[in-house]
């Protein structure tokens, strides 16, 4: 099962030429180009130095996308905003992700929520995108065959597929989605509203026996009907929403609150950012989902319900910077009220990007080894890890290594 | 080695009447009496639930005091400065700490640095402590016979020792401090200096069969002809320095940039107090130690020497408060530059009294268990843990939890 | 117009025993014993010296209260919840308090809205207030009647009434309200909803010739057809909503961007409250009126229309503390994006009692001037000063300063 | 008195290749150019409509500089450490900055203090400058003959020059500088040590007939004889220290807590800096200057000395960013305690360079009125205005505002 020469492996986006699907391109190139370090990326820690991940270099980068621009386009809208990255990194690397855009595809915006729609409209729309199928199966076929053409173009040992497109706004699957017979039915079905595009992209990844990611939370494969075709395909899957900023330092900080048994009397979370991420969670909807994936975080390392409160608002200025502010309310010995408060402020393209490439050697690694199902030891990646009740990140972080075979100390 | 009933364990403490040891009186009352809950308490946590850990009702108030002051006074004066706790826990518990207090002796002040000796200045001495000893050796054995009476007196199965005193100003051991052999001609001697307080009271601990813990950053049982005694006698010890706040986060936060590649450029630290504590370190040479043992954390987490920087400030009007403000500027993916803040605000005494407590609890299970030498399993009580080089707060905590059998989940 | 000696001043506020109220009559009571300083009382500035201000001893304390509460029983239960002041100043006044209490009414709750009675079902209310009266004329008669007792039984030459009692969910005044010669009709009728209490009361104090001040930013005065009344009667009043936490900080910071032509991007202000205040603001209609009163300081100052967001939560663990964070994005010279945050941790109660003694002071010397109508010379107490544009600190104090007199250096 | 067509003003920096220096460079070519708004302009505010400033089209710029740099270099070397401002406004400015460098001469580093030489030991020096002149005289002779060649060569009317180089360690003036009569002894001599380059450069400005600024600490036109100097040849001249950030929000904050009667208690300021203002201060005696400086703001506004404690570390990870954290602990009614705290996070030199521009703007008027000595309505610019005791932003400001003739509202 080890690594062989010549062992090429496709990382496929959703959403390949947004903030964080050009970023990955960016920064396969000035890796390998040697133009930056491997700050970010966890599979580059010496933990995981034997674990026989697929190298970066490779790593074949291609994706759907539904707006009408191109990778180089996108990487430089992203530095004109806000100048995270030095620009002698950009120039230099600019015809490799011209050859990346190749492997980019017209997405489908058949079941896009309200939220996304809005987005579309202030974008030109891919043609191949824009024209829109008429059946979810259609989408579905369309889809698998540019994965499976992917494959075949690039002679890949394996594809790993990762949505990180716009949040969509409702995230629980409706009651059809449950029964695994009436998929289907649904598939064919021109009645638009039952299988959001995250589904759909979804079953295309597993149909095409490729391994899949949700980086949001949108719904995915947490559909039932859709989760149940994954398993019967033994493909490995994971999800949902990053962990890449404020809900990361939760998960690192309550468990310090729990293990010295201060009581968490609140804990209070403002997030302010700018990017389209924003601008989609602008919808009271598509924000009130991801709330809920933010919110649980304590509770469920604490143990009981302290008073939370977690707000997301879109501050247009900010651009890629997000920025939140945590009030926590503890009480100590002889009932002492204490507080701590922290303001963080990152770039959330740049902290989810990484992970993006992480996820795809960890999915990799599933694949080479048969595994199928859900990829539990994940959790520590994501807000909302399938099938994982812990929210604490070195718990989570233990089960990775240990998992994955990583030299522990 | 299980416990037995009427099994009564000793908790003596070197500063019996400062504002840790009085909290650690009242705590002990209020909480027997069900006054308050177990914040702040780790060795209440549901997972040493199996450790048998003496009882708290079984433990017995003691201590060294030099100062001229009763539990009474001392608790009243910290709830009149900075009202941290309910004034109705407090009255109540009057006639208990008239009790507890009953079993307080005259300390030391043999071997006083400069900084403590200015505190002293403004205070009113016991008559026992003025009356000083002419040599170390005189010194180390009053303070030897007041354990063993304290001992004899209660019918306690077992005596730990922690010193919650001023902090010293000069940490290094001096030259003569590390032959073995000199120790005795240093007792004897009658020139000051090179034994200061902290490590006469550790001798004494030693001599007197009881395990010793060093909450504050002094020498101690550090000196290494002490230390020698302790490991001929048999007798467990640790220390240095209690991590009860801004240490503690960062050794909580650090492990979380570590693990996610993110390189920290520089970690800003510092730290504002207003009680005798900070008084004392207003003293350029104590803070000096004091800030070391607060700033290596960092580079021992990462693996590498961040710019840090670490400062202690006195400011009487905080009283017990401290307040402390950590600038973190670190670097992610494509080398972008991102920055995390967090602002602590929290009372020391209230910080550091459930901890002695823990200590003496998870002391006595060793001198139980018949165990000497370094408790390096406790580790995570302390900014400098004896032996350990591991600074990672969950690293350290897993320690912890397998040696005291606790059942880890 | 001078001060003649045995002049007396009454001070009544309607919610008398709310946090503010028992606050400002503690520190009355205080004040004269000589327990406590000036601190927070703006009027005892040196500038105000010549300003012939009536002494803190002259005012006299009364007002309406609808809960079953006593002066005593409100402080004692306030400072058990928050420990903000010393327990040492509540024990010698609480003969004091007694007395105060004996000129506290019953209030009335007609007109009273939803979130208002929401806290009033979890209260005892007092037999007076629960005997609601039939018609608002019925209720404006008898609390003017309590006024007007009130300046007999104590030899008052005024009356300044205040209100500090629960912020109130509709802050538009209905359009029968704009009407004059309606107001009649509308105070004969039972149907409810179209007076709120607030108003009510306001229209109380015009016809006992009181001066009216409202500290909240429920309707009172601001209804047309009651300030129609005020100015024929010629009281002077003022309102609304007392400027004590936040918006102060933002009243004194936005000028410093506009004076340094540093332009304001976005300005997003967090605020969490624990007391009653911030129970009756967890009503969404009540914190919208709110946050209004509070958002709109920022544009009034910079003269443009930066992003703002504003937010209020009820976080009970804070008791009386309110918790607000405020992160200002800028763009300076080249274009360059830069930011500033703050933290405010202020006692809401401790912030607005000094101000509500001022304000009676200072409404005082108007009734002794013989003036009526707004007061606008008293701006800077509030964030939505009735008839003046204005939000800017300086330019605001600066007008205080020449209405009253004082001696501007 | 009125502004003629053809009026030019030179500005003429000392240190003119400096991030400040440059800066203002770019930022004169950049408005030009419309390329970016006027943002962090005071003069362009529209309070200053009809005071008759010189336009910034007529501003030409010149300067001293020790290190071989050419602006071009140092704008790219600023961009490429911080990305504070869009390369595109660069690009197009590479032309004019090439111009203005041919007005930039070298300077003298005679009298250069420790922290200078350490900083000039690192870069490259001009030949002009290496060529250190034997005695004070002859470098002010040199200095003061490149400036009347700058003003003839370019047709100016009026020079303004403005000392915006490195912060020299020693600012008070030795003994022999309070003598007039023995300055000229001084100049002629070759020892070194009483005269530093600041108070050689203000001299050379003074004797060309130039007005003088003085933006950093050091001693420059204070030294007592040089001023005496400036008095009798009626130049205009101001100072010390550049009020750009931190004591910027203090002179702007203090002033709310004095017009409130907050009692401050104590008042505690951290900055850290990244920038070679920053390298420089890490010389102790250096910061111990800048610090004087920044602290006095406090009791300078609230007439009390709270305890203050402000810090300046070079973290060099910030490049030209500097964050500054204060915390202000206050009492308020009843004696309670509360607090406030800010970060500031902004770009050092970007907030200096518009400043630069407004004082010589404000400056030139003062030439063009005839007035000289000490401009003190530009107290509101720095942190320790020459012969002005308020500290408070607003007083100032309104100084400001009526001298320059501006319409006040």
Avoid at 301 to 314: L, R
Wanted: charged residues 20%; contains cysteine.
């Amino acid at each position: 099962m080890g690594l062989t020469t010549g062992h090429r492996v496709g990382l496929w986006l959703i959403g390949a030429c947004g903030s964080i699907g050009s970023s990955v391109a960016l920064g396969l190139a000035a890796m390998r180009r040697g133009l930056c370090g491997h700050e970010g990326l966890v599979s580059q820690l010496p933990v995981f130095k034997g674990a026989d991940l697929v190298p970066l270099e490779a790593i074949v980068f291609g994706g759907h996308e539904v707006r009408d621009v191109t990778l180089v386009d996108a990487i430089q809208e992203s530095h004109a905003r806000a100048a995270l990255f030095d620009a002698d990194l950009m120039h230099p690397c600019a015809d490799d992700l011209t050859a990346m855009h190749a492997a980019v595809r017209g997405g489908s915006v058949l079941g896009a929520t309200p939220a996304v729609r809005v987005m579309l409209d202030q974008s030109a729309v891919r043609p191949q995108a824009r024209n829109i199928e008429l059946t979810p199966r259609d989408a579905v076929n369309r889809l698998a065959d540019d994965l499976r053409r992917f494959r075949a173009d690039h002679g890949l040992a394996h594809v790993v597929v990762i949505n990180v497109s716009s949040c969509e706004s409702n995230h629980e699957a409706s009651e059809a989605l449950h029964g695994r017979g009436e998929l289907d039915a649904i598939l064919a079905s021109r009645s638009e509203g039952v299988l959001t595009t995250s589904s759909i992209y979804a079953l295309a990844a597993v149909e095409a026996g490729c391994a899949y990611v949700n980086f949001t939370p949108s719904l995915g494969i947490s559909a039932p009907a859709i989760r149940a075709r994954a398993d019967e395909r033994g493909v490995p899957y994971m999800g949902c929403d990053g962990k890449t900023g404020e809900t990361l330092v939760k998960s690192v900080l309550a468990p310090m609150f729990a293990l010295r048994n201060l009581k968490v009397l609140s804990w209070v979370g403002h997030n302010i950012l700018g990017n389209r991420d924003g601008q989609v969670l602008a919808d009271a909807r598509t924000r009130a989902a991801k709330i809920k994936s933010k919110d649980s975080t304590i509770s469920d390392v604490v143990g009981y319900k302290p008073a939370t409160h977690t707000s997301i608002e879109f501050i247009p200025s900010l651009d890629d910077w997000k920025v939140a502010w945590d009030f926590i309310h503890f009480q100590g010995f002889l009932g002492t009220k204490m507080n701590m408060q922290f303001t963080w402020q990152g770039s959330d393209s740049m902290l989810a990007a990484p992970l993006v490439i992480d996820l795809a050697r960890f999915a990799e690694l599933e694949l080479r080894r048969g595994a199928g199902g859900p990829m539990k030891h994940l959790a520590c990646f994501f807000k909302s890890p399938m099938d994982v009740a812990e929210r604490d990140y070195f718990t989570q972080w233990t089960r990775l290594v240990r998992h994955v075979g990583g030299a522990m100390d």
